[in-house]
Antibody
Framework: QVQLVQSGAEMKKPGASVKVSCKASGYAFSAYGMYWVRQAPGQGLEWVGWINAGNGNTEYPQKFQGRVTITRDTSANTAYMELSSLRSADTAVYYC?????????????WGRGTLVTVSS | EIILTQSPATLSLSPGERATLSCRASQSISTYLAWYQQRPGQAPRLLIYDASNRVTGIPDRFSASGSGTDFTFTISSLEPEDFAVYYCQYISNWRTTFGQGTRLEIK
């Protein structure tokens, strides 16, 4: 069965960087895209970025350009999201989610999320 | 940039009642719309894709319709486990945006 297992909670100081991992199993990792979505406490869902796990191409929203880097290791079936220059507003649960192979298919499997807390 | 506006922000209903949620796009998005349910402390769960297609295993009390700019999500008869937050999502060409969510609460 499809599983996305994320790394554990992180606590960082302002200005630091964080790297969250998402290990996939149960499907052909390189055949799918992966999205990263975050959710600040009590808030809605916000897109952080996307990677084509096959060729490594990425897309980021303007808001995070220059601050976020998404990569993948196909030998480990793992995607990574690194966010730099952290500030308190980056405190959130970060999710990885698989891009469905169906046209207009949505995000069909999600990790459980990784809480990143930014505090001095 | 496509903006999705969900209404109402909060909907208070009782079990057994019908729930109708709305999602409006700032410009036409054809049927590039998905709906998610999020229960407290859990990741979102995909319910509907391509505006009206129910994911395998999702009960048929959940349905959705619409195209262009106006979309509707309906739960025909609320079960206790349906009280949660619902999000619509536009996704196209590897980019995406979410509505702000509708909280469905028990009256």
């Amino acid at each position: 069965q499809v599983q996305l297992v994320q790394s554990g909670a992180e606590m960082k100081k302002p200005g630091a960087s964080v790297k969250v991992s998402c290990k996939a199993s149960g499907y052909a990792f390189s055949a799918y895209g992966m999205y990263w979505v975050r959710q600040a406490p009590g808030q809605g869902l916000e897109w952080v970025g996307w990677i084509n796990a096959g060729n490594g191409n990425t897309e980021y929203p303007q808001k995070f350009q220059g601050r976020v880097t998404i990569t993948r290791d196909t030998s480990a079936n793992t995607a990574y999201m690194e966010l730099s220059s952290l500030r308190s507003a980056d405190t959130a649960v970060y999710y990885c989610a698989r891009d469905s192979i169906k046209p207009r298919g949505g995000l069909d499997f999600w990790g459980r999320g990784t809480l990143v807390t930014v505090s001095s | 940039e496509i903006i999705l506006t969900q209404s109402p922000a909060t909907l208070s209903l009782s079990p057994g009642e019908r729930a109708t949620l709305s999602c409006r796009a700032s410009q036409s998005i054809s049927t590039y719309l998905a709906w998610y349910q999020q229960r407290p402390g859990q990741a979102p769960r995909l319910l509907i894709y391509d505006a009206s297609n129910r994911v395998t295993g999702i009960p048929d009390r959940f349905s959705a319709s619409g195209s262009g700019t106006d979309f509707t999500f309906t739960i025909s008869s609320l079960e206790p486990e349906d009280f949660a937050v619902y999000y619509c999502q536009y996704i196209s060409n590897w980019r995406t945006t979410f509505g702000q969510g509708t909280r469905l609460e028990i009256k």
